[in-house]
C-alpha cells in the first residue's frame, strides 16, 4: 500500500508557475515508478509527465519545454515545476505511483490547478 500528501495546486494567471508536491510512504520510494496525470472536466485522464525506477523521465507532447518531473529520494517527494501556465492545463492533477515488476496503480487525492485571469 502506498499513500500519498498532495499539495501545490491553486489559482495562476496564464504565463505562471506552479510547483506540485507529492510526499509518498508506505513502501520504499527506490521501488516505485512515479506519474503525474491530469483530468479536465469532461476529458479522460491523460499522463502528464513520469519517472522511472532508474531514471528515465517522459513527458506529454503539450507539456515539453515547460513541465519539469523531478524527485527527491531524501525526502519520498515527487514534485511537478509548471512554467509558462496556459488554460487548457487547468484541470486536476493525480500523483500516481506503480511498484517496480507490478501492474498495480496508487493514486493521489487529487489537486486542483486552474489558470484563469
Known amino acids: 500500500q502506498v499513500q500519498f500528501v498532495e499539495s501545490g495546486g491553486g489559482l495562476v494567471q496564464p504565463g505562471g508557475s506552479l510547483r506540485l508536491s507529492c510526499a509518498a510512504s508506505g513502501r520504499s520510494f527506490r521501488s516505485l515508478h512515479m506519474a503525474w496525470y491530469r483530468q479536465a472536466p469532461g476529458k479522460e485522464r491523460e499522463l502528464v509527465a513520469r519517472?522511472?525506477?532508474?531514471?528515465?523521465?517522459n513527458y506529454a507532447d503539450s507539456v515539453k519545454g515547460r513541465f519539469t518531473i523531478s524527485k527527491d529520494s531524501a525526502k519520498n517527494t515527487v514534485y511537478l515545476q509548471m512554467n509558462s501556465l496556459k488554460p487548457e492545463d487547468t484541470a486536476v492533477y493525480y500523483c500516481n505511483a506503480r511498484i517496480l515488476g507490478s501492474t498495480l496503480d496508487y493514486w493521489g487525492q487529487g489537486t486542483q490547478v486552474t489558470v484563469s485571469s
Open positions: 519517472v522511472i525506477v532508474g531514471g528515465s523521465i
